[in-house]
């Protein structure tokens, strides 16, 4: 059975018409033409195709293509809204505007490796920076003073001059040298694993990603009951990705 309401929510307009746009021809006179069926049958696919596919739907009355509407990108350990997404919830909002019947739900989300592990480079710099202040210099040779002490204190059992030798590289001169760029982020990376980021932390970014989707959406003039966050928190565990999706869902306005 089709969800009727929802159905009518997406195509109903903003004044409460539904423009089938029905090419029709025939004899009007001919006791065997009827209407009814050919705008029944014309209704139910659109019903069909709107309730399958809302967001494609939607992006249709917007002149676009596709589901790109149906989620809000975060890059990992972040909660701001970036221009690509920015434009993306604007749509939205004009699709809403067109369609005053709908409302839009999501789940507070968090990527539990993607953010995990840009919360642990946050930790790590904050650290850093920390230190260098303490230190008074930016000197690349306090940098690397600050990070070993830092991986010795983790890593009670790795030897530092085991971990050089990997770094000592030969040019195509035939000419050793050490690569220090490398060592340190070698250092820093195997920090930043060390570094303990709790599920408190991570729900607590899911529900700064919410709130900003439902800021940005009330700043664009959306009746915020039609924004509807879900009190369950969504985790992810998403392979080769960089950002975190929000995904969104489509129901009818209470």
Request: net charge negative.
């Amino acid at each position: 059975s089709l969800p009727l309401e929802l159905g009518i929510a997406l195509l109903e307009d903003s004044d409460g018409v539904i423009d089938l746009n029905v090419p029709i021809s025939g004899n009007l006179d001919d006791p065997q033409f009827s209407i009814a069926p050919i705008v029944w049958k014309v209704f139910t696919n659109l019903i069909i195709k709107a309730v399958t596919s809302p967001f494609s739907f939607l992006a249709s009355l917007l002149g676009l293509e596709g589901d790109e509407l149906k989620s809000a990108q975060f890059n990992a350990g972040s909660f701001e809204v970036l221009p690509f997404t920015q434009e993306k919830l604007d749509h939205l909002v004009k699709a809403m505007g067109k369609r005053p019947n709908i409302a839009l739900s999501f789940a507070p989300t968090y990527d539990k490796n993607l953010d995990k592990y840009a919360l642990s480079q946050a930790k790590v710099e904050a650290f850093i920076d920390k230190a260098m202040k303490k230190q008074k210099s930016k000197e690349e040779d306090v940098y690397l003073e600050i990070l070993e002490d830092s991986f010795e204190n983790l890593y009670k059992k790795l030897d530092l001059d085991d971990i050089k030798e990997k770094f000592e590289k030969v040019d195509k001169d035939k000419k050793e040298y050490f690569d220090k760029d490398g060592y340190l982020l070698h250092i820093k990376d195997m920090i930043v694993k060390k570094q303990v980021i709790t599920p408190i932390e991570l729900e607590s970014m899911a529900k700064q990603r919410a709130s900003s989707i439902l800021n940005y959406f009330t700043t664009k003039k959306i009746d915020a009951k039609r924004i509807v966050v879900l009190e369950e928190i969504k985790s992810l565990e998403v392979k080769n990705k960089k950002d975190v999706d929000v995904e969104f869902k489509i129901d009818i306005k209470k």
